[in-house]
Structures are given as structure tokens and as C-alpha cells.
């Protein structure tokens, strides 16, 4: 018991440095710590317009949120063409680190799919999409600032305007003299 | 247990405080419940396993989902984990309908998870993110915050969508 004390005690006071059990664990410190091997802005803004990716758009996101510091949206024109796109990047990094012992990956999530492919590259995120999926899940308004603000606005003059009810009553409409 | 415990007290209360005066029963009585309220009224922090009721935080339709089936480990899931359920309760318009069954990932959780800090996270609630079976989420906003270590589940996507990262 005095023991498990202890190494808890240990563990609470002890400096960052010397707890060498966190490294490897997150994949954001593995990513920082190795962050010139994995893919930058303007690699990847070279690599969409290689593989000319439609509407290619750059948001940077805001500081409360720091998994990341910038977002990259992308337009295939078909499912095969956003498959190409997250291939291209996947390529890329893989040719960045030739040479290197142990190689790094991007992770990819949604390529089965097709619709939405994420390419999770540290601190960029790669978002492909298709015309559709990018319309309907809007992320320019999401992370652009002010857009959410703009979405409630409309919902609220929506709200606000006066409907006027159907008459669905069978009887004949009386006329008043 | 509970009702082995519960007696034992009482009956250590006789024995104490049996012929001291006449508040000390009731100064006892207020222990006692204060004890067992704070044993057997709270909440059970367990794995989300079937027929457990969890609350939908996104724009897909549903209010209610209960979970039918856990994909991953023999107890149950955790906190970013990809469940089967049956929605329960839904919106007259939304996207899904009542008795749909549906895939959802987990994004918040009343059982602990511990961070490689040493930390742990654990919510009030059970919330999950409806999605279909390639991982696309059905909503197209996440309500109220979301865990970062959904980023190491691979739910980007859910991340993304999510207005408050914790």
C-alpha cells in the first residue's frame, strides 16, 4: 500500500522530462516530436493541385482548439477521383521519408467509403470530399469564424415569420352579414 | 450486501445510543441515511453493455438509442468504441426513424478512461454519434464536448464536426 503511495506521489511531482512511459503513448507527442518528416502546408497544397482537386480551401482553426492548426478542403468529382487524392498524399509522405528506419504514416480514415476521406497529418488535416458530402456537411461554416453565428440567425427569422394556418374544417365558410 | 450493511448499522446505533437522550436517535437516523445515500444512490460507472439507454448528441433524428450490441471486448464499450443500437426515441422528422438500428460511436461515457498523463476522463452522461457502417456520421453537427482521444480511435471525422474538444 505504501508502495502504490509512493510511485503515485513519484509520478505527480516528478518533472515532464523524466517520465519517459508518456512518449509513444499519444499520437500527438510521437507527431511533434517528429513533425519535419510528416507533410506541411504547402506539400500538400502542391500535391492537390497535382491531382487537381476542385475548391481547394484552407481554414485555420481556432486556438481553443489546439489538435490542430490548420484545415484543408478538397473537392474529388467522383468517388474514384477523392480515393486518387488521399493516395496522392499518402505517396508523398512516403516519399519524404525514404530512407528513414522506422516510416511514419499519415492516418486515413474513411477510404472504403469514398465520400469523406480524413488524412490526419499532425498538425494539417486533409478533408477530401465529394460535391455532394461537401455540401451537405458544410465545414466552411462550422470552422469558418461567424459561420455558426449565421446558420442560428437564419433558424431564428425562420422562426419568426408568421405561418398562416390551413383551413381544414369541412364546413362551408360563413359568410356574415 | 447492501441490506447486511444497512442492519449491521442500525443495530450498532441501538447498541451505541440506546439510552443517551432523546435526540441522539434521530442525530443517528440522519447519518445512517446520509451514508446509505451516498453508498447505494449513486451512480453505477460500468461498461456500456446491452440494453444500456445512451443519449444521441448529433442532428441525425434520434433522442434515445439503447445498445444491442458491443463490437469490441467481452464486457462491454468505452469511451470511443462503435456500438449496435436500436433507436428508441426520435424526432417525427428527422433522419431516422423509431426501431432503426443503427451504428454509433461512443463519445462520452460515465466510466473513466485514464489519459497517458496519468489523468482520467469520465462524464455525467452516456452520448454516442450515430454512423453508418463505412464510419460516415449520419448528423452533420456534434453537440456539447467531445474527447480528444477519439483522434487515436481514428474518429476524425466526429472531431471535426464537434463544436467543443475536451
Known sequence: MLGVIRARTWLRY??????????????????????????????????????????????PVPKHCDWADFMVLATGRSTWHVKNIAQALIYKAKQKQRGV????????????????????????????????ARAYYNLEGLWTPGGIQNEHDEDLQKALVKVRRKNNSKKPAQKNA | MAAIFASRCSRVGRSLFGGLSNSSPGLFTTLHEMTCKNMFSQQQRTFIQMRTVLKVVDNSGAKKVMCIQALKGKKGARLGDTIIASVKEAHPNGKVKKGKVVYGVVVRAAMQKGRCDGSEVKFDDNAVVLVDKQGQPIGTRVFGPVPHELRQKKHVKILTLAGHIA
Not at chain 1, 29 to 45: C, V, Y
Not at chain 1, 120 to 132: P, T
Request: aromatic share 4%; no cysteine.
Open chain 1, 14 to 59: 516528478s518533472e515532464p522530462l523524466l517520465q519517459p512511459w508518456k512518449v509513444g503513448f499519444s499520437s500527438l507527442s510521437a507527431i511533434d516530436g517528429r513533425k519535419h518528416h510528416l507533410l506541411n502546408l504547402q506539400e500538400i497544397e502542391t500535391v492537390l493541385t497535382d491531382v487537381k482537386a476542385d475548391d481547394v480551401k484552407v481554414i
Open chain 1, 101 to 132: 528506419e522506422r516510416m511514419m504514416l499519415p492516418s486515413v480514415e474513411g477510404q472504403a467509403g469514398g465520400k469523406w476521406i480524413v488524412i490526419d497529418s499532425g498538425k494539417v488535416i486533409v478533408h477530401a470530399l465529394d460535391e455532394k
